[in-house]
């Protein structure tokens, strides 16, 4: 699978496209007041794509387990310092409504854990590579 992200930003215009393996999709995001670069910053991005890939995994994870599930929500913080330090402190929770038992909610939750793809790549770090 082939994921890219793209960014055009000039004065008070914000272009984002997202795409996994040809299907592109724009998300909204608009300016900063000042009509340069984004009002949402990376970290929160960041937090976002944990959140995203989470609550996408708990729907994949649940079908594959005959569980019905209602409505899912995940809360992601994390701890950003001074300019060009590495965020630091992820934590998640998520809350899960289902008509499934306790139990099995916690089994789910827990192996969501274990197989959520964008937890894992940080998890284990990645090597980020400028191209000019």
Do not use: W
Not at 40 to 56: D, I, K
């Amino acid at each position: 699978m082939k994921i890219s992200a793209t960014i055009k930003n000039e004065l008070n215009s914000n272009v984002v496209l997202v795409s996994t393996n040809g299907q592109s999709k724009s998300i909204s995001i608009a300016p900063k007041e000042n009509g340069f670069g984004s009002s949402v910053n990376g970290g929160e991005l960041l937090a976002l794509s944990l959140a995203v890939c989470y609550c996408n995994d708990i729907y994949r994870e649940a079908a594959k387990r005959n569980l019905k599930i209602i409505k899912v929500e995940v809360e992601v913080t994390s701890d950003f310092g001074s300019e060009g330090e590495p965020g630091r402190n992820f934590r998640y929770k998520p809350a899960i409504e289902s008509s499934a038992t306790p139990q099995q909610i916690q089994e789910l939750i827990r192996h969501t854990d274990t197989v959520a793809e964008i937890h894992n790549t940080l998890r284990q770090g990645v090597n980020i590579l400028l191209t000019e």
